[in-house]
């Protein structure tokens, strides 16, 4: 396959373009051809892998000249950890590429908005991430214990990533002090190919408005582990913020993910709280919160804004997480009645409504193209927040059968958000937003306000 890939014919090219999410656009003999986290004015060596619907697929081998426009990247791990691909790009490119990469995918799709609102930049185009994940693993086999993000080039290698710099000072040291302690144990990381070892993942997470951090050990079962060590020994880290739930989580799932099949409080509190829009969020370890607290407050309220005049209206929170948007709209609405599939972040919801004083909230667990066949009360406004793979076509068709009078779709993948809203046709689209709450990566976020015709 190597050889064959090798032998793949190699052209110089000046990306001209580019498409969603971040491919440069360049042609060769008049072919069109792709090149992954390239960017307008860069030219590049890359080899021809294959055709994609007519489209040259070009793998990069080098980058053979600058772009004028281009920055020093930030970050010592910048281009080696898959994490952050376009630091070299000043902030206005990025956003402008972005916007331009939604804007086309929209009009490709016949999707033309009555009032487009524009693209926000982040609050903050560093240190935004307020949750990671990192892997155990090692750089080369047999080269010491390393803790982080998977190395863009080898997948299988982990770089250890402790000067990130998408995340606070407090992640980068809570990192280096487990990897610290680990290395000095022996016990082995986790191998997805054979099954083998204990080490598998660690997360962190963080109230980016109280700074409460929560760390959370994920481990296959090993009698040898001793997991209260490892969290004494990250209560004595020097933090700007405090360490206040440390979790261990057993996961002896066969899948390259993180599954709980046990979740044991080593320290503290079971969750950590965070603060939007004036209301108060509890974040156990498995639900979802959008990573960027500045950022998610601007598109709550934004949210909030497209929905109007709430008080006669029942609503939907589709996919609703840990009841963010459903709460923030609660205590101007009706009605709210959230659905989500991670059981854990019900509960949550439900405790937001209730610390918040909603009690006009309902959440409900469940996939939500089972649970809406479930409904019988019609919705007036439908707020749909689902996950990158877009909503599931039986869970659309049943949505449009509630006839609701406004839809909101708030999207971090306007891919699917497209294919979605193109089925839509019962709906005219009367205002569109763009928002960055992804900096420095591919991400966009977008959130369109629809009306039934
Ligand atoms: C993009 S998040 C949005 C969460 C929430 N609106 C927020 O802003 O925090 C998508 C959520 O959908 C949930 N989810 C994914 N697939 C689902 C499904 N089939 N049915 C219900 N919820 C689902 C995920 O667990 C996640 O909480």
Known sequence: ?????????????????????GIGVGYVEGQEMHAKHMFPGQVILGRHLKNKQGIGQMMVLDKVKAAPWEVEPKCVHYLKCGGCMSQEVPYDLQIRWKEKE?????????LIPVR?????????????????EYTFGDETKGAPLSLGLHYLSRKNSIITVDQCQLVSEDFNRLLRATLDH???????YYWPMS????????????????GELMAILVTATDPELDPLAWANELLKTDLSGKLTSIWHMTNDSLQDAVVADRLDLLYGEPYIHEIVCGLNFRISPQSFFQTNTEAAERMYRQ??????????????DLYCGTGTIGNILAPYAKHVTGVEIIEEAVQMAQENAKINGNDNATFLAGDVKDVIATLTKAPDLIVVDPPRGGIHPKALQYLLEFKAEQIIYVSCNPKTMVQDVMKMTDYAIHDL?????????????????????
Not at 7 to 20: A, C, G, K, L, S
Not at 182 to 188: E, L, M, N, Q, R
Not at 433 to 453: C, F, G, Q, W
């Open 433 to 453: 937003v763009l928002m960055d709450n992804y900096p420095n990566t591919n991400h966009i976020e977008a959130i369109v306000l629809m009306s039934r015709k």
């Open 102 to 110: 939604v804007l086309e995918m929209m009009e490709a799709g016949g």
């Open 195 to 210: 099954h083998q070892g204990t080490l598998r993942n660690l997360i962190i997470r963080e109230g980016k408005r109280t």
């Open 116 to 132: 487009y609102h524009g693209i926000h930049s982040s609050p903050e185009q560093y240190h935004y991430r307020n949750k990671m």
């Open 182 to 188: 680990f290395s000095a144990t022996g016990i082995p």
């Open 303 to 316: 949210v909030l804004e497209f929905a109007g005049d709430l008080a006669v209206k029942d609503v939907f």
């Open 1 to 21: 396959m190597e050889k064959r890939r090798r032998n793949r014919p190699e052209y110089e090219m000046e990306i001209i373009d580019t498409t969603y999410p």
